[in-house]
């Protein structure tokens, strides 16, 4: 099967969507599929296809500028058509990755003007503001506009297959009459490392952005207060980019005495060995949207449990309990270590191939 991926932005470690997606290119070219990626809004300054290496296995990626003008945009869109002539185009959506503000206006004309004897897949990794309680009447508003794009991508695309990564935004694109079967997403971070069974700590790690709001201190005082139930000492490990929250959660560790290390950003085996290593994982990502985190995805990839500290977020409706994470509250830390489900990378590309196959 030959399958045109379409994202917005293809740079290297810089971008979740983008980095998924490629890793998902190079499963399914290793598996017999052609596979190429076309990122619309790159971050890129000048039109370029290149090889892109993922895994040992080079994946053909097409890199618009986000400051190209949308008449020669669809020209090189449709070049590309031209020569790959894909069986399908896979959309993978979210709405910041084709205008800054959220809004891209532009698309679901854009996407309606192509060309070609494909079908169409969209994959909605993020779907609209507003969802959640919590959510400002600027944020309702916003998702309203963010929902009427979404369905006319939809309708514009008639599209044929559409897949997201949760049931709760499963839950919102049924109530649209969208329906959406779950495809759960791997992890950025390839897993290479082998475990090292005997370790000084207790290990807990934090990879990636850490979100404001999170209830970092409150964990950390209870954590102290069950910390009898580890046989090792504690320690932190913050690995990524963390972002500017890091110093004050560095500052709670130093309070309390307990050790830590801040590694930045590093290379894709180095944070593999650090996960193995780990015995949680945290993660600031509020409990609903966990699913939809490649943090969490590489977290359960390396077989770590993982630990929601994260803000208050509920959603207006749809709620419903996430087996493999242990969700934080206040007063009430109870870390037992779950069975975690061996879904990857694997799973994830044949679950993919099959389900389209059918259609």
């Known amino acids: 099967m030959d399958i045109l991926f379409i994202c917005g932005s ?4 810089s971008d979740g969507v983008g980095d998924y997606t490629r890793r998902l290119c190079g499963k399914l070219i290793k ?13 890129t300054i000048y039109y370029t296809s290149e090889s892109q290496v993922v895994e040992e296995t080079a994946v053909m990626v097409h890199r618009i500028p986000a400051s190209t003008v949308n008449k020669q945009r669809l020209i090189w869109l449709q070049a590309i058509l031209k020569e790959f002539e ?3 185009i896979s959309l ?3 709405p910041y990755s084709f205008n800054p503000k959220g809004l891209p206006f532009w698309l679901p004309s854009y996407l309606k003007k192509i060309r070609g004897n494909h079908k169409w897949h969209i994959m909605f990794h993020e779907l609209w503001l507003g ?44 109530s649209h009459n969208i329906n959406a079967e779950i495809l759960p997403i791997c992890g950025n971070i390839p897993l290479t490392a082998i475990k090292k069974e005997s370790r000084e700590f207790a290990q807990f790690v934090l990879f990636g952005t850490i979100h404001k709001g999170a209830p970092f201190e409150d964990f950390i005082e209870d954590l102290m207060i069950t ?3 580890f046989s090792k000492p504690i320690k932190f490990v913050f690995i990524g980019k963390n972002g500017p929250e890091l110093t004050n959660y560095t500052a709670i560790l130093d309070f309390y005495n307990i050790r830590y290390e801040v590694l930045g950003i590093q290379p894709e085996n180095v944070i593999s060995q650090v996960l193995r290593n780990s015995d949680f994982g945290i993660s600031t990502t509020p409990y609903y949207q966990s699913e939809k985190s490649g943090v969490y995805a590489a977290y359960k990839e390396h077989q770590i449990n993982t630990i929601c500290v994260s803000r208050s977020w509920t959603p207006s409706k749809g709620q419903y309990v996430i087996p493999q994470i242990i969700k934080y509250e206040k007063n009430n ?14 799973n994830m590309a044949t679950q993919f191939i099959n389900s389209i196959s059918v259609v």
């Open 10 to 13: 293809a740079e290297l470690g």
């Open 31 to 43: 598996a017999g599929h052609k596979a190429q990626i076309l990122a619309l809004c790159d971050q």
């Open 86 to 88: 894909p069986d399908w």
């Open 92 to 94: 993978q959506y979210v």
């Open 131 to 174: 969802i959640d309680a919590e959510s400002s009447l600027k944020h309702k508003c916003i998702g309203r506009l963010q929902q009427l794009i979404a369905k006319k991508i939809i309708r514009n695309t008639k599209t044929d297959f559409v897949n997201t990564q949760n049931k709760l935004y499963q839950y919102f694109l049924r």
């Open 227 to 229: 910390s009898s139930q």
């Open 333 to 346: 830390l109870n870390i037992v270590p779950v069975e975690l489900e061996a879904y990857n990378l694997n």
